[in-house]
């Protein structure tokens, strides 16, 4: 037989066995998880009801995708400490327990935060402000016991949330903290929550971090405390974005201002909406839209565009954590569509195509 004829024979069995090499190749990665798919590059995480641990199938998506947690809610000073003798450790622990049961790691969220916070500690019985020194007193004793009792799996933790403003002539933002402190509270948490676990790591987070003045101000604090020798390891950018923001650009300036800054830069509450709000502001319409096919290629495409970006900086990125499990749980409302997987905890288009492009 000649050459050509073997040849001609031969296409068929190489169509299939590449047929064949290509099925494996999904099939493997369809079975791995993202953590799987990202190992090389940083951890997965996710933030968590205590609702989502009860549930046996949500459960086995936590396991499959992710290695490391944090609490939506249970963690922060309004759920842990609502008032001064009171402690509430149900869910956070539930959470906890079920991380260490499953040998995964979490991120502790938050122990300063203008929202959500321990108001009590700000006033006297007769409702007036404290002194400052009483309110240090106060939040060094919440930083203390909370630190303590998840330092056995809390490997780093949001120290101070969204201190910074999103505009206007201060870069503080104007809360009661700084009314009562200046922004000398910041330190401040700092300095407990190093002292309650040296081997957290400790990081500021914030929302619309990728805006040019805000990322300015949050690289301006760093570096002064840093300067100060205070105790801050880390940034958390929270990623809060949406499917037209920010762009490949927005992302990378931050990202390289903040780099050489830090040890650690975590991605921190990562989702992407539907529409055009973006941010970690409480206020914003549940309402949402209607998805169609246009809509959920953008979401997919800037999935993979956040993705390949974080990947650059790899290095200095060692967590990227989603802010919920599924659409079904996410705090925008399904209908904004943010996540990888939807309510019946199927992945999405953009679940595909940050794993296919590995
Ligand atoms: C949100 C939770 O997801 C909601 O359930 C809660 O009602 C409000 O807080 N930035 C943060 C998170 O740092 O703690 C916020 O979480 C979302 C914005």
Redesign the pocket.
């Known amino acids: 037989m000649v050459n050509g004829q073997w040849s001609m024979m031969l296409r068929p069995l190489k169509v299939a066995a590449g047929t064949l090499l290509l099925l494996c190749f999904a099939l493997q990665t369809s079975a791995q998880g993202l953590k799987d798919v990202f190992a090389r590059d940083f951890l997965m995480g996710v933030?968590l009801?205590g609702r989502n641990v009860r549930i046996d199938a949500e459960q086995d998506l936590i396991r499959r995708h992710f290695n490391s947690v944090t609490c939506?809610?249970a963690m922060?000073p309004a759920s842990l400490h609502p008032a001064p003798d009171v402690w509430r450790w149900d869910e956070a622990d539930r959470i906890a327990n079920f991380c260490r049961e499953n040998g995964i790691k979490m991120r502790g969220?938050?122990l300063v935060?203008h929202?959500?916070f321990s108001d009590w500690m700000y006033y006297d019985d007769k409702g007036n402000f404290v002194d400052k020194e009483t309110f240090y007193a106060r939040l060094k004793d919440h930083i203390l016991t909370v630190v303590n009792r998840y330092k056995d799996v809390v490997y780093a933790w949001?120290v101070v949330?969204?201190a910074m403003s999103d505009g206007g002539e201060n870069p503080y933002r104007q809360s009661k903290l700084y009314q009562l402190c200046g922004d000398e509270f910041i330190e401040k948490a700092f300095l407990f929550a190093r002292e309650a676990d040296p081997k957290a790591i400790l990081f500021y987070?914030?929302?619309n971090e990728t805006n040019p003045r805000k990322s300015r101000n949050i690289y301006e604090m760093v570096l002064r405390m840093r300067s100060e020798g205070v105790p801050i390891d880390g940034i958390g950018m929270?990623g809060?974005y949406n499917i037209f923001g920010p762009s490949v650009k927005e992302l990378e300036d931050a990202l390289s201002l903040y780099a050489p800054l830090v040890e650690h830069i975590h991605v921190?509450?990562l989702d992407v909406r539907a529409s055009e709000e973006m941010?970690?502001?409480?206020n914003f319409s549940k309402e949402g839209i209607s998805m169609t096919d246009t809509i959920q290629a953008l979401h997919a495409q800037q999935y993979e565009r956040l993705f390949q970006t974080f990947r650059k900086f790899r290095d200095k990125i060692d967590c990227v954590t989603f802010?919920?499990l599924h659409d079904g749980c996410?705090?925008?409302g399904e209908k904004n569509h943010p996540l990888l997987f939807d309510k019946a905890l199927q992945p999405k288009p953009a679940y595909y195509r940050i794993t296919a492009e590995k």
């Not at 941010?279 to 409480?282: H, I, M, N, R, T």
Request: aromatic residues 14%; contains cysteine.
């Open positions: 933030s009801s939506e809610n922060k969220h938050c935060w929202n959500q949001d949330n969204e987070n914030d929302y929270q809060h921190t509450e941010g970690g502001q409480l802010w919920n996410s705090w925008l």
